[in-house]
C-alpha cells in the first residue's frame, strides 16, 4: 500500500468531549472490581476533574522538574494529577499494557503523535476537555500554556511504560521504565 493510499483515522486527542457531559457517571466511590475501559476511564478521569478538593492541595509548578501526583491506586486503576509548564515534556511514550483518559483542568495540553504517512500530529487539547485511549497509544504530552494541569488514569494500573528515542544509526528504541519515573524526553 502507497503512503498515498494510507487511510489517516483521528487521534484520541482530537476525540476529545467535555468534562461537563462524561462527569458524574463513573465515580472512585461507585468503581466496578474490574479493569476499565477507554470510555469509562473518560467518565472516571472527567468525575475527579470536576472535584477540585480531591487534587488541587497537589499542584505546584517547576520549569525543570514536572510536578506530579498519586491521587488514587488501586488493583483496577491508578489516578495521576499532573502540573505542567511548557518547559515539561513527556518525550516520546506508551503506558504498556494500560489503557488511559486524560482530563484538562486548566490550561491547555499539547499531544503530539506520529504518522507514517505524514509525519507528526499535535492535537492542543484545552482546560474543559478529556479523551481516551488504548494501550496500543504512543504519544507525547507538554504544557501548551504555563500553570495547565490535567488528571491522568490508567487501567490496569501502570507498572510499566515504554519511553522511545531515536539512537545513533537513526532506529527507533524503546526504553522500559517504571511507572514511578518521570517521563522526560531521552536522547
Not at 116 to 145: C, Q, Y
Amino acid at each position: 500500500m502507497a503512503a498515498s493510499e494510507l487511510t489517516i483515522t483521528a487521534v484520541p486527542a482530537e476525540q476529545a468531549i467535555d468534562i461537563a457531559t462524561a462527569a458524574g457517571r463513573l465515580t472512585l466511590a461507585d468503581l466496578p472490581d474490574r479493569d476499565l475501559d477507554p470510555d469509562e476511564l473518560a467518565q472516571l478521569a472527567a468525575s475527579i476533574a470536576a472535584d477540585p478538593a480531591a487534587w488541587d492541595h497537589h499542584v505546584g509548578f517547576d520549569d525543570d522538574d514536572r510536578v506530579y501526583a498519586s491521587v488514587h491506586r488501586d488493583a483496577h486503576v491508578d489516578v495521576w494529577l499532573l502540573c505542567w509548564t511548557p518547559e515539561n515534556d513527556t518525550g516520546w511514550h506508551d503506558h504498556d499494557s494500560s489503557s488511559g483518559a486524560v482530563a484538562v483542568v486548566a490550561g491547555e495540553l499539547a499531544e503530539n503523535n506520529l504518522t507514517l504517512a505524514t509525519g507528526g500530529v499535535e492535537t492542543r487539547i484545552p482546560a474543559g476537555k478529556v479523551f481516551s485511549f488504548g494501550p496500543d497509544h504512543i504519544h507525547r504530552l507538554n504544557g501548551a500554556e504555563r500553570g495547565s494541569i490535567s488528571v491522568h488514569v490508567y487501567s490496569p494500573p501502570l507498572w510499566r511504560m515504554g519511553q522511545y528515542a531515536v539512537g545513533d544509526n537513526g532506529v527507533l528504541r524503546r526504553v522500559s521504565m517504571s511507572y514511578a519515573e518521570e517521563l522526560r524526553p531521552i536522547e
